[in-house]
């Protein structure tokens, strides 16, 4: 049967502790590419381990310390909700939950966390690689054949829990039939949760913010190397594939979402879909990319830059520097304690001011981490020390031109820090 949503504590009650100094020492409120020293620490190691990566493709860059203090954080939350267990599906996109918690990168697997207990059940393709990805998980052999219900219900009858007992599910991810079939073939009472494991990601621990450091400068880089090749006659099409392959060439798994290259007139469309349009001298060139990295993590970044060759327009000249300082402003307003609305709020009211309100169409930014979008709960919760936002504000002239720069931040101690540290337009 089904009952109501379970109710969960707030997350600044299960907010990771940071351990202070690691983050916030060094690169905060810098313009500068300095790298912290954590940072340069972490790239070293991190660029020794990329081989070994490729090779065994798994996520053992994680630390698994961090995770395990990250479950014992989650069987607390079981507790409170007063649930018994609860029961996630990896399906293919929807893996990060899984990852997040165990370490698991694969793409098919449930997990079953009791109140004391963590289980993984996977069919005989990720036998050999749950031992070595989720090492503190308990490996539940499904064999071809096996209803995965009925090794729930072995496990869940092992660990003494009652058909009475209560086993959350959750709600975003699961299909109305299956949930149907879970509750007619568990021995449990079903209970839909809501963002059960998503509100332990909005805020950031050390690794993750060293993890998506990393990602944030390998994207940078890609920037820097294709402003010297951007030139009149070029495609829009053909700019994408050099970002693209930068992207690979400097360490991502994969793109985090499909690039967008516009340029003149298309600038002015926000998610313009790249296109075999030519570019013509003097014109802005929006580029929004990103790249998914070992480990799991995503970068995402917007620069505009201006094809060379022309003058370019005064008007985009003048956009360029309002959206520019918008960015910036919004940067600094950067706190522990202060809510989404109020962070856009810096951004919009200097594009009010400037005359140009109304073409500042879209949401100043978004939470960033194992997805290009991370989930947060932008209107109830506040940002805290972890947080990690876009700063993406943008000025959209219809049949003229636009532009859009975007940065990665992370909320810390006493502000912010920027992760990208791709260099903005010089005129
Ligand atoms: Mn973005």
Redesign the pocket.
């Known amino acids: 049967m089904l009952e109501a949503s379970a109710s969960v504590a707030g997350p600044h009650a299960a907010a990771p502790a940071l351990e202070p100094g690691l983050l916030v020492s060094e690169g905060v409120r810098s313009d500068s590419s300095a790298s912290s020293v954590a940072y340069d620490q972490f790239a070293m190691f991190f660029d020794r381990e990329i081989w070994r990566i490729d090779h065994i493709d798994n996520g053992s860059v994680l630390n698994y310390a961090a995770m395990n203090a990250r479950v014992k954080r989650i069987q607390a939350a079981l507790a409170k909700a007063k649930l018994d267990a609860i029961l996630i599906r990896v399906f293919e996109n929807n893996s990060q939950n899984v990852l997040y918690v165990s370490g698991f990168a694969g793409s098919v697997a449930h997990l079953l966390l009791t109140r004391k207990k963590a289980f993984i059940f996977a069919d005989a393709r990720y036998w050999t690689r749950i031992p070595k990805e989720a090492p503190d998980f308990e490996l539940v052999k499904v064999p071809r054949g096996t209803k995965l219900s009925e090794k729930v219900n072995e496990v869940l009858a092992k660990c003494k829990l009652p058909d009475s007992c209560k086993l959350g599910f959750e709600a975003a991810h699961i299909s109305v039939e299956l949930a149907a079939n879970w509750s007619k073939d568990l021995n449990a009472t079903l209970v839909p949760t809501t963002h059960f494991i998503e509100r332990f990601r909005q805020y950031k621990d050390v690794d993750e913010i060293a993890s998506l450091r990393y990602a944030c400068r390998q994207t940078s880089k890609v920037y820097k190397e294709v402003v010297p090749i951007i030139k009149a006659g070029m495609s829009e099409n053909e700019l994408c594939f050099e970002i693209d392959m930068r992207i690979r060439k400097h360490g991502a798994i994969s793109n985090s979402f499909t690039t967008i290259v516009a340029s003149g007139p298309n600038a002015a469309v926000p998610h313009h879909a790249t296109s075999d349009r030519r570019m013509k001298a003097g014109e802005p060139v929006v580029m929004?990319f990103?790249g998914l990295y070992p480990g799991g993590y995503c970068s995402?970044i917007?620069r505009t830059a201006f094809v060379p060759g022309k003058k370019p327009d005064p008007k985009m000249v003048e956009v360029y520097n309002i959206v520019l300082d918008a960015n910036k402003k919004a940067f600094k307003a950067l706190r522990p304690g202060i809510k989404y609305a109020d962070f856009d709020k810096v951004a919009r009211d200097h594009i009010d001011a400037c005359g140009y309100g109304q073409y500042f169409t879209h949401g100043l930014?978004?939470s960033?981490g194992l997805v290009?979008?991370d989930p947060f709960d932008y209107e109830n919760d506040a940002f805290d020390v972890g947080t990690v936002v876009?700063d993406?504000p943008g000025i959209y002239i219809d049949g003229v031109g636009g532009v859009r720069i975007?940065d990665d931040l992370v909320v810390t101690a006493d502000g912010a820090e920027r992760l990208t540290n791709a260099p903005y337009w010089k005129f």
Do not use: I, M
């Open positions: 929004d990103g995402d917007t930014g978004h960033l290009a979008h876009t993406e975007e």
